[in-house]
């Protein structure tokens, strides 16, 4: 049974940082891509940035490039996002995602790409 589990979100300045952790667990991941997404009150779900467990190929929305990196540690079967210079339009629930075991390198930018997702952890932007 696959879980992805998020934490780190919460309340932070603009301009501030924060951290999200995902730990994955219930199968391999070596062949798949973990994704972050986000969800605003209103609006859609939208894709923030992946990466390809293997390393491969990391990609980020033109809204977040810059500013957000993703990293995995594969001992831990965690991926993270760091985030830097939070707007207050960053404000949203964010989300991990896992696709199914694919070849090759391509991380998907759409929800229907993936089967698994967490829970979702809220990051606050204050102004």
């Known amino acids: 049974q696959v879980q992805l589990v998020e934490s780190g979100g919460g309340l932070v300045q603009a301009g501030g940082s924060l951290r999200l952790s995902c730990a994955a667990s219930?199968?391999?991941?070596?062949?798949?891509?973990m994704a972050w997404f986000r969800q605003a009150p209103g609006k859609e779900r939208e894709f923030v940035g992946g990466?390809?467990?293997?390393?491969?190929?990391?990609y980020y929305a033109d809204s977040v490039k810059g500013r957000f990196t993703i990293s995995r540690d594969n001992a831990k079967n965690t991926v993270y996002l760091q985030m830097n210079s939070l707007k207050p339009e960053d404000t949203a629930v964010y989300y991990c995602?896992?696709?199914?075991?694919?070849?090759?390198?391509?991380?998907?930018?759409?929800?229907?790409?993936?089967?698994?997702w967490g829970q979702g952890t809220q990051v606050t932007v204050s102004s």
């Open positions: 995602a896992a696709d199914r075991p694919t070849a090759g390198c391509f991380v998907h930018t759409t929800r229907v790409e993936y089967d698994y």
């Open positions: 219930g199968r391999t991941f070596s062949s798949s891509a």
């Open positions: 990466i390809r467990w293997s390393g491969c190929n990391t």
